[in-house]
């Protein structure tokens, strides 16, 4: 999988440098989207790890094969779980008694955590036990989109590896490997916001939906037809491309040509009379919707796809 993924090698060369030189820390923090690769690398480090040969992760030894099917004992993944999608204090507590224990394998023990910024207080306050006295070779890879959400004490005990985003030519090539149409691909990778996992996993009802909302954005100019079409919109596959819409716009204002194609490349033309400060108050207020949602997901959408689009035609007209 990771040598579909060419953008990440120089990271992951340098991290399986420093493990054979010994000085791998302790604590990783890996910080991307899971779009471009996030878990498949935090997946990746663990192999070689766990494998330590000098072409880690070789495949052949037993610590490879214990991996790949899913049973080495000295490896743990902890993943946000319930309704709430929290990662709670007694996996955390059941991990810490685990990494202080020797390995059943003579080798590292790795612990993975996913999406590790769902962490809750108590969980990172566990967690960071483990961080100040790690066991003897054993090792905890973080993964997270948001390292603003994460307590700063977490992170300051982690190395931080940003994960290298890839260029637009690998994004192609990426999905030329997953057979994905030439024709679609530049449309995939504005609505995944060049993310080529995620512009692959798209699927065409999402993909025609996008064309839709820039059809009925380009064409009406009703504030009731437009709220109408808008009530009916997933809302936050809807808010996303009106976002996408702006700050395409408010880019542009400083670093000159538009990146998108077809129509959502005139929208973003129309986008270019009005003042910024009015740009900025109209992006302002796609984020309040969308943090209301976030905070009440039963929210009335008639009502605001009426404001929404009122402001829109008003913006644009
Ligand atoms: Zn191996």
Known sequence: MINKLPWLTPQIMDSRQQLQAGKLPHGLLLVGRPGDGLHQMGEHLANTILCGKAEAPCGQCKACQLFLAGTHPDYR?????????????????????????????GGARVVRLRSAERMNTSAANALL???EEPGRDSFLILESESLSRLLPTVRSRCRIIKLAVPDQNKANAYLEGEAIAPAERPLRLIMSEGAPLTAAALDSSAMSRWREQAEAFSSQGRMTELAAFLAKQPARDALQQLLLWVDESIRCRYTGAVKLVDQDKLLVDRLKQPPLTSLFRFRDYILE??????????????????QLAARWLELTG
């Open 129 to 131: 036990k483990v961080l």
């Open 77 to 105: 993944l902890l993943e946000p779980e319930g309704k709430s999608e929290t990662i709670k204090i007694e996996p955390i507590r059941a991990m810490s008694a685990f990494m202080s224990g020797t390995a059943q394998q």
């Open 289 to 306: 919707i969308e943090d209301s949602l976030n905070r009440q997901a039963n929210l009335n959408q008639q009502l605001w796809s009426e």
